[in-house]
C-alpha cells in the first residue's frame, strides 16, 4: 500500500512562489508510479494540474498553469515536487497528489490512479 503525503502549502500573495512536495512514506519506491498533482477548489470538482511520467521524462501541464508551474521529481528522494510560480487567486485550493502503476513512461491526469494523497493547503491573496 503505497501511502502519499504532501507539504508545502501555505498563504501566499498573488504573484507568489510555492513549492510542494509529494513524498511516498510507505511502500514501494515512488519510481514505480506516475504521479498525477490535483487541484480541488472552494466549491469546484477536483482537476487536474500537472503529470509526470515514472523516469520523468514526460510532464504535462494544464492549459492555466503551463509556463507557471514545473514538475519533477527526484527518485532517489521518492518524492515529486510542484513548483507554482506567479500564483493567481483562482489557483487557491487543496493540491493532491496521486499515484498510477501505469505501465509504460507516460502519464495522465485523469481520476483513474491506483493511490491519493490527503491533499495540502494553498491560498492566494489578491
Known amino acids: 500500500q503505497l501511502q502519499l503525503v504532501e507539504s508545502g502549502g501555505g498563504t501566499v500573495q498573488s504573484g507568489g512562489s510555492l513549492t510542494l512536495s509529494c513524498v511516498a512514506s510507505?511502500?514501494?519506491?515512488?519510481?514505480?508510479?506516475?504521479i498525477g498533482w490535483y487541484r480541488q477548489g472552494p466549491g469546484t470538482h477536483r482537476e487536474g494540474i500537472s503529470c509526470?511520467?515514472?523516469?520523468?521524462?514526460?510532464?504535462i501541464y494544464a492549459d492555466r498553469v503551463k509556463g507557471r508551474f514545473t514538475v519533477y521529481r527526484d527518485n532517489a528522494k521518492n518524492t515529486v515536487y510542484l513548483q507554482m510560480n506567479n500564483l493567481k487567486p483562482e489557483d487557491t485550493g487543496k493540491y493532491v497528489c496521486a499515484a498510477d502503476h501505469l505501465m509504460g513512461l507516460n502519464c495522465h491526469m485523469s481520476a483513474a490512479m491506483d493511490f491519493w494523497g490527503e491533499g495540502t493547503l494553498v491560498t492566494v491573496s489578491s
Open positions: 509526470i511520467s515514472k523516469n520523468g521524462a514526460t510532464a
Open positions: 510507505s511502500g514501494e519506491g515512488l519510481d514505480y508510479y506516475t
